[in-house]
Nanobody, 114 residues
Framework: VQLQASGGGLVQTGGSLRLSCTHS????????MGWYRQAPGKQREMVAT???????VYGDSVKGRFNISRDVTKNALFLQMDSLKPEDTAVYYC?????????WGQGTLVTVSS
């Protein structure tokens, strides 16, 4: 499974960005998809995950501001990020859990200026 993330960039505090991630292969065997982020000097953390039944889970720091969604017809995963804060600055990674294995995208940088 190969994943390609895009949509990162520089945005001001309070702005919005929409991240996209496309994955190769079929959706068969996928149990979880999600977005994670890693800020400089910090550990990677979960931002949001979504199951095939569309049950979504969000990290506490992004609840109410971010929305995860998927388009199975396009093998795509999205993260709509609103009301961005400087502390959201990080490299964002998409992940697919398929057949008990984790596959990661290459990451896309999000920078929020104050």
């Amino acid at each position: 499974v190969q994943l390609q993330a895009s949509g990162g960039g520089l945005v001001q505090t309070g702005g919005s960005l929409r991240l996209s991630c496309t994955h190769s292969g079929t959706i068969f065997g996928i149990r979880l998809m999600g977005w994670y982020r890693q800020a400089p000097g910090k550990q990677r953390e979960m931002v949001a995950t979504i199951r095939p039944d569309n049950l979504a889970v969000y990290g506490d720091s992004v609840k109410g501001r971010f929305n995860i969604s998927r388009d199975v017809t396009k093998n795509a995963l999205f993260l709509q990020m609103d009301s961005l804060k400087p502390e959201d600055t990080a490299v964002y990674y998409c992940k697919v859990q398929k057949n008990l294995l984790d596959y990661w995208g290459q990451g896309t940088l999000v920078t929020v200026s104050s």
